[in-house]
């Protein structure tokens, strides 16, 4: 429990009222142990009974034997944040089995293993103990699936108790299997033993129920690093160069399952390259060459990695290179909590690099955003010639979210001003024939690029790093330099009108504002609604892109209190906001947390809640 | 001066006029500048279309040069010790291209060897240039990687830590096309430049290149007079092109035919010693004697051309992918809605 004053808790449960489509269930297990399965085929099954769900996996960083917990939330009313406790426990780690049943809520629900002790039990909950060895014994799956199969125990009773569909179960173990139904009916032997068991001996005393909804009709669950893999598979990408690195490499996993799918090889020849390079720098130079020779390129990491591209975000700015890069952002500094979330790259991706330079970022705050931000970030990265980062994160890009399916992009690619042959010669003859890599005809601070292989005599330059003048030839001039550097930042200008403006919610009678953005936007809604039950109104501002524009000053200025709501230390994006409407700043107050956990609706309401009684003494 | 009009072409109609790039800022006599005026005589005499030449380059006093050279052609200054990944993603991007790279002993040796190894052990199309002084110019006189132990600076004192040996890095890392020249040895560096370029994969050229101002002492073994008095070329070096005569000129034996992959030949003249360029073995073997003998072999040190690039191991179309247009990129109704319907 957090320290701050507590206004919304954990209700006492009174089993006599039934609790119909909302509730948690966490599930405690090993990591290494095989319970994805399990609760991926749990999950599947609750939404095609057509009630929302949710799942966040809270895994350590090791490969096997440490405690993982996976929390499935079920709600009718749509609702995907973490929430601060669960009412159901699936307590299949013997180390970890105390301190997850004094978790519980009064009148929680705890599954177990019928062997399993625990050390100081409850008398305010409901057991089920589950005789695991006997099924098993009964079943004598082969030793390597023998965790699995294990873990198929809890699904059987799980399903009986709180009325799942048998056939959903059986059906998200079809699609689990890709429909291989020796692997299916072996695990469906023990959800079958488990259910029987569940009748015949473990009778109802709780109140929790699933009952079928129409509320998932056309949806779809996906994770935002798949997401965002398809996105960039189906926005053109040509090159992606990476580094392993937790939790951005399933993003490049998915490029590789659905480049193939998507953009099938001719002739055993593909028009895609994915590298993995030998670390973040040599993938962010990769990236680098490859947006300059005028490909549409990307890599994907998190913080640690970041901070290894930063030397070249600082030559890709200044040479006006397009680049993309995702940071799905994990809990630092340093390696700090890979697999735990965080929004703590804000300000280093924002100004990566060295000197001055500030980078259009895209903070997509859903599914159907991972997917076409990835798109987004390949358009604005060509028509500004400039590093393009995607700041997803770890609850975003490896969780499971409930979406739409995404639509086929109906907009041609946005490729910028870019000169080919034949336009290089046209370009010449309706500019005076002068051309200038650097010099900017339009008075937008975006200039005319050339890639290699245009042909035309005149069209070559040399990219660099180093002073240059509109010519693109090395130039310590102080007037080259400061013209250069003011036409840059009339550049951000540009892309500030031009970058996904951000998602207002603005609402009669609102009396405070609430910014946000990426992960912690589902814990927003709820907590507004929360809010309002207690008689404050709220408008919502949700951040899409940085640079800021004026929208964003209007909004701090609109209400005597603006909370920022992020999953950072320092309050990032408060920092950007007091700098972006410092007449304002006095207005902006932080609801921030940084405890390596997906934000909860609680969490924002008690602070909210708690800063207004704080402000009224 | 002469009249222009009376100026020597090549086959494209090109003159060395037509290679040439902005005026050098090194200093006089610096023999980075003779290496910049073989790139240019390569060039012409294999009458490279410069639209179709990129030249890349770290950071260094090596790597300014890429300015003095083939002005029409693009290039990219990048990052120190950086050249080999954005020339990865660069030819990735487009396969057309022939990449020129120009590194110092620094830049390949210190700050990128790691990037340098990889580029290697990839096969990335390129020639790979290192301008090879054993001392940081730019930042006036620190020993490099390549420095000799016990070479003497003014400013860093004496080298006491064994020097990184370029040729046979790339060896180990299974480099297919192996030299060392010296800056002062024109002919024979322009035809290993030609057969570099000519070269499928990553042709490495280790050149020793003396810095006037830091390191040119005589008993430095990257100076102008150890070079001239050292030097012992393992072969005649003669790089035939593919619509040239290969013409026999000695007895049986004494000569080694190598054909590229393209057409062009590379046929090398037994000097004073027996030697196999394909053999790798022998490479290491000649590299190992010569710097115990304190010898300063140049010339093809090792070839072999069996390695795949690695356009080829990524499976990439022919055509450069920077020119795939937006109907060859986005995936089809049909295909997207597949994968939707995975989910």
């Known amino acids: ?617 | 001066m002469t009249a222009t009009t009376t100026r020597p072409t090549n086959r494209i109609g090109l003159t060395t006029q037509d290679y040439q790039g902005g005026t050098s800022t090194l200093c006089a006599g610096c023999g980075h500048n003779s290496i910049t005026s073989q790139i240019i005589s390569a060039c012409y005499d294999l009458s490279l279309d410069p639209a179709s030449v990129i030249k890349m380059s770290g950071i260094g006093c090596s790597s300014k040069t890429p300015a003095y050279f083939l002005g029409r052609s693009f290039g990219f200054n990048t990052l120190h010790g950086r050249m080999p990944s954005v020339s990865t993603g660069a030819m990735l991007a487009n396969r057309t291209m022939t990449a020129i790279g120009v590194s110092g002993d620094g830049d390949t040796g210190s700050i990128g060897f790691g990037q340098f190894k990889h580029m290697m052990r990839r096969n990335v199309p390129m020639v790979y240039i290192v301008e090879n002084n054993g001392v940081y110019g730019l930042t006036k006189g620190q020993h490099s990687a390549t420095a000799d132990v016990g070479q003497h600076l003014k400013y860093a004192g004496t080298n006491s830590l064994p020097p990184i040996d370029i040729c046979a890095e790339a060896i180990a890392a299974d480099c297919g096309f192996v030299a060392r020249s010296f800056s002062g040895d024109a002919k024979q560096l322009r035809e290993l430049i030609k057969a570099a370029i000519s070269y499928e994969g990553t042709a490495v050229i280790d050149i020793i290149s003396p810095c006037v101002t830091f390191n040119n002492e005589d008993d430095s073994s990257k100076s102008y007079a150890y070079g001239k008095d050292k030097e012992e070329r393992i072969q005649d070096i003669q790089f035939i092109q593919s619509f040239e005569e290969v013409v026999v000129d000695y007895e049986p034996g004494s000569e080694q035919i190598v054909k590229l992959h393209d057409g062009p030949t590379i046929k090398l003249r037994k000097l004073t010693r027996e030697y196999d360029a394909t053999d790798r073995w022998a490479a290491i073997k000649l590299l190992e004697e010569s710097r115990n003998a304190d010898i300063f072999v140049t010339g093809l040190i090792h070839i072999n051309e069996s390695r795949p690039t690695l356009q080829q191991t990524m499976s990439l179309i022919d055509e450069p992918l920077a020119y795939q247009t937006e109907a060859q990129l986005r995936p089809s109704r049909a295909a997207f809605a597949a994968v939707m319907a995975e989910f």
């Open chain 1, 1 to 617: 429990m957090t320290s701050h004053d507590t206004v919304v808790s954990a209700p006492i449960i009174d089993p006599s009222i039934p609790i119909i489509n909302d509730f948690s269930l966490v599930v405690a297990t090993e990591n290494g142990s095989g319970s994805q399965t399990a609760n991926n085929t749990l999950i599947r099954a609750i939404f095609k009974m057509g009630v929302p769900v949710s799942g966040k996996n809270l895994f350590p960083s090791n490969i096997s034997g440490l405690p993982t917990w996976y929390t499935i939330r079920v709600s009718h009313q749509g609702y995907a944040a973490r929430r601060e406790y669960s009412e159901i426990l699936v307590a299949y780690n013997p180390r970890t089995s105390d301190e997850d049943l004094s978790k519980l809520p009064a009148g929680g629900v705890c599954i177990h293993p019928a062997d399993m002790k625990f050390t100081t039990p409850r008398s305010d909950v409901v057991y089920y103990p589950v005789p695991v060895k006997d099924f098993l014994k009964e079943i004598a799956p082969p030793q390597h699936l023998r965790d699995y199969i294990i873990n198929m125990s809890y699904v059987g009773v799980v399903t009986q108790l709180f009325n799942i569909s048998r056939d959903e179960i059986e059906s998200a173990l079809m699609h689990h299997f890709n429909g291989k139904r020796k692997a299916v009916d072996l695990n469906l032997r023990m959800v079958d033993l488990a259910i029987a068991h569940t009748v015949a001996s473990l009778p109802k005393q709780d109140p929790f129920r699933v009952e079928p909804l129409d509320k998932t009709a056309g949806k779809i669950l996906i994770d935002g690093n798949t997401a965002a893999g398809i996105g960039a598979v189906v926005g053109g990408v040509g090159i992606v160069a990476w580094y392993p690195i937790t939790p951005s490499t399933s993003l490049v996993d998915a490029i590789t399952e659905y480049a193939p799918k998507l953009r099938p090889a001719v002739d055993d020849k593909v028009n895609y390259a994915i590298i993995q390079a030998e670390d973040e720098l040599a993938a962010a130079g990769m990236i680098v060459g490859a947006g300059w020779a005028g490909v549409r390129a990307m890599t994907a990491t998190s913080g640690p990695g970041l901070s290894l591209m930063n030397e070249f975000g600082g030559l890709a700015h200044f040479a006006e290179v397009p680049i993309v890069i995702w940071d799905i952002m994990r809990m630092g500094p340093s390696t700090g909590l890979p697999t735990r979330v965080s929004q703590g790259d804000i300000l280093s991706a924002y100004y990566l690099g060295h000197g001055d330079s500030q980078h259009i970022c895209l903070l997509p705050g859903d599914m159907s955003e991972c997917f076409s931000f990835a798109g987004t970030a390949f358009d604005l990265a060509e028509r500004f010639q400039t590093p393009v980062l995607v700041l997803s994160d770890l609850d975003l890009g490896m969780n499971n979210w409930m979406t739409a399916p995404f639509e086929y992009p109906e907009t041609p690619f946005d490729r910028g001003k870019i000169l080919h042959t034949a336009s290089f010669e046209q370009f010449l003859a309706d500019h005076d024939n002068k051309w200038g890599r650097y010099r900017d005809v339009d008075g937008d601070g975006i200039t005319y690029r050339t890639i290699p292989g245009n042909q035309h005599p005149r069209a070559g330059w040399l990219g660099r790093g180093t002073g240059h003048n509109e010519q693109a030839v090395y130039s310590e001039r102080s007037e080259d330099w400061q013209r250069n550097m003011e036409r840059l930042s009339r550049k951000l200008e540009t892309a500030r009108t031009h970058v996904p403006a951000p998602v207002v919610d603005a609402r009669a009678g609102a009396t405070v504002g609430i910014i946000g953005y990426g992960s912690t936007s589902d814990a927003i809604a709820e907590a507004r609604d929360q809010l309002r039950a207690q008689g404050i109104e709220t408008s919502s501002m949700r951040l899409r892109s940085l640079p800021l524009n004026d929208e964003v000053r209007a909004f701090v200025a609109a209400f005597d209190v603006v909370y920022v709501v992020e999953l950072n230390q320092d309050s990032q994006m408060l920092q950007l906001l007091c700098a972006h409407a410092p007449k304002h700043a006095g207005n902006l107050a932080p609801v921030n947390l940084c405890d390596g956990l997906p934000l909860t609706a609680t969490f924002i309401t008690n602070r909210i809640l708690a800063h207004r009684a704080s402000a009224q003494k």
